[in-house]
Each structure stands twice: as structure tokens, then as C-alpha cells.
């Protein structure tokens, strides 16, 4: 499991996460909500060791990210999507799936290349595995970022904003690929603002409000939360709505 404890992590004067506890257990899609600026993609970017915690603790199966002995171990077992996709603009699609694999992996690199055609056959894209990003619309390049992360075969993947830059029609393209994926059992951490897409997948809802998480409920007590009882939760809901 990913376990998060009294994490702490300022910019500056600037306190963005305050001592937060969560975990996640393998099998769970964790949907991470909250205000634009509440600390989220933050909290991702300490799962992965990108930023250098304060104070608390981060484990990925028991690997310390902040021990950088560890953290490649930990980093192994938790693939990030991020809102831009990042893929590398002169690789093809097959290539960008299969490069770490190859590279850190050590798989051969017609092997990584072959089980890189099929994740891209299994999100749709066995026509454009050999185009370049450039050649892709943004929908398809952010599958493509999906499967490269999924080439990993992380135990856990991490979902930073992945249809925020997308048109409609894209998003519900890269949706219905999340959907399939958390059917087929894979764990997720899904921050996003897709409020009844995170509704119809996950098994429970973190909720951040500056750099405090201060709801972490079953999906359906999350969104028949109160006023009386969870005000900021009910201010986010009827906003969102
Ligand atoms: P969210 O993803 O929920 O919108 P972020 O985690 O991106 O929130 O940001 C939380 C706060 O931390 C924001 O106020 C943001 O300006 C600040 N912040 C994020 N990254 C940095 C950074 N590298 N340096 C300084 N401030 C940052
Ligand atoms: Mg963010």
C-alpha cells in the first residue's frame, strides 16, 4: 500500500500540505478532491518522490521515498500520469511506451516493444502506434502516456489531472479507459475535477481543503455529506454541480 504519515511541505512561508495522513490499499480507486490550489498535485508530486517533504513520512510497499536508496524501488511501483503529456516528441508511440522498460527494466527491446503495441491495442491505438506525438490529438497522446506508465506494470497508478487539457469528446475517450482499468482491478489515485466520473469509479473520496485532508470517506458518504456535518464538502459540491 501507499501510506502517507504527518506529511508536511511548505514553499517558502507558503505551508501547502499540513499534516496529512492517508493510505491507500492495493484494489482501491482513491479520488483526490478539492479546490484548485488545495495541495494536490503536490501531494502526487511527494508521492514520487518530486518534491522533498518536511516533516512525515512516505512509503510505496514499504520503500521510504524520501531514502533515495529506496525511492527508485518505490518509483517502480507507482506510475504518474500528469495533466501535459509529457512524451518524448521524437519517439514514436510504441517507443515512448516502451523506453522504460527498456531502460530500467532491462526488458529486451523487441519484447518491450511487442507488449507495448498491445497496451496501445488494448486503449485504441494499434492504427497510430508508430506516429509521432505531434501526430496525435490530445486524447490520444494522453493514452499513450497511460500505457507508458502502465508498461511498468506499476502496482499503483497515480492520475494528476489527466483530462483537464482536453476537449470533451477527448476526455470521455480517456475516461472510459480509466473506467476499464479500475474494472479490471487496478489501483488508482485519481486527482481530478470529473466530479461525477470520480462519483461512478472510486471506492472513496480524500478530500483537501489548504493542505488538509479533511474528509477521507466511502465514495456515497462523500457526496451526501451535509452541510451541518461537512460544510466545505457541501460548499464544494453545490459548486461543482
Ligand atoms: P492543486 O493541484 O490542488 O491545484 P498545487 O499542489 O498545485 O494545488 O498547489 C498548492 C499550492 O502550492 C498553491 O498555492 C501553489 O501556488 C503552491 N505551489 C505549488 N508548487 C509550488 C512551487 N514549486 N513553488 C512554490 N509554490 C508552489
Ligand atoms: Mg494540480
Redesign the pocket.
Known amino acids: 500500500m501507499i501510506s502517507i504519515t504527518g506529511l508536511r511541505k511548505s514553499?517558502g512561508a507558503?505551508t501547502?500540505l499540513n499534516g496529512i495522513d492517508l493510505e491507500i490499499r492495493q484494489g482501491e480507486v482513491v479520488s483526490v478532491l478539492?479546490s484548485?490550489?488545495?495541495?494536490?498535485?503536490?501531494l502526487i508530486r511527494c508521492i514520487n518522490g518530486l518534491e522533498k517533504i518536511d516533516a512525515g513520512k512516505i512509503t510505496v510497499d514499504n520503500f521510504d521515498v524520501s531514502k533515495p536508496r529506496e525511492l527508485a524501488e518505490a518509483r517502480k511501483r507507482s506510475g504518474t500520469v500528469f495533466q501535459l503529456f509529457n512524451l518524448y516528441p521524437h519517439m514514436t508511440a510504441v517507443q515512448n511506451v516502451a523506453l522504460a522498460p527498456v531502460e530500467v527494466l532491462k526488458v529486451p527491446r523487441k519484447q518491450a516493444e511487442a507488449e507495448a503495441r498491445e497496451l496501445l491495442n488494448s486503449v485504441g491505438l494499434s492504427e497510430r502506434a508508430d506516429a509521432y506525438p505531434s501526430q496525435l490529438s490530445g486524447g490520444q497522446r494522453q493514452r499513450v502516456g497511460i500505457c507508458r506508465a502502465l508498461a511498468m506494470k506499476p502496482s499503483y497508478l497515480l492520475l494528476d489531472e489527466v483530462t483537464s487539457a482536453l476537449d470533451p469528446e477527448m476526455t470521455s475517450e480517456v475516461l472510459s479507459i480509466l473506467a476499464n482499468l479500475a474494472k479490471g482491478g487496478t489501483t488508482m489515485v485519481f486527482v481530478t475535477h470529473e466530479i461525477e466520473f470520480a462519483r461512478s469509479i472510486s471506492s472513496r473520496i480524500a478530500f483537501l481543503d489548504k493542505g488538509q485532508l479533511i474528509a477521507d470517506l466511502p465514495t456515497e458518504d462523500f457526496f451526501s455529506a451535509t452541510g451541518m456535518a461537512l460544510p466545505r464538502v457541501a460548499q464544494f459540491l453545490s459548486k461543482m454541480r
Open positions: 514553499f507558503a501547502v478539492g484548485s490550489g488545495s495541495g494536490k498535485s503536490t
